[in-house]
């Protein structure tokens, strides 16, 4: 059959694989503490607030705290199809409608679901 139909994939598969990669990365690098930080990551969000918890991965300058904001940028750039070149701070605190911040603060909690899962089950 010459003509396949594209796949389409819902947008939690996309995040599904996005984490696995994610996820696989922070493994083979031996990251240290990856997985309990991803694992506090959304408690964080919920009682600080999204560009608080951020702004935390940010200020810690460790490099399981990097990566986790580098994977959660990469992340919400695509998904909020912002510039490549997006600074996820500066979007946050001067650019970001509150309806945005909203949902970026909901993608994130998403995305951050399964980087929790897979962290858990890959990483020892």
Known sequence: MSGQIPLQRTIDQKRAQQAWNDVKEAKDQRVENYKSLVRGMPADIQISGF??????????GKGEHLMLFGHIQGWLIQQMNLPATTNLM?????????????????????????????????IK
């Open 51 to 60: 560009g608080q918890a951020m702004a935390f991965l940010r200020a810690k």
């Open 90 to 122: 500066e979007w946050i605190s001067t650019k970001a409608t509150t309806e945005e911040y909203r949902r970026a603060t909901v993608e994130a909690m998403a995305f951050l679901m399964w980087l929790k899962r897979f962290a858990e089950a890959e």
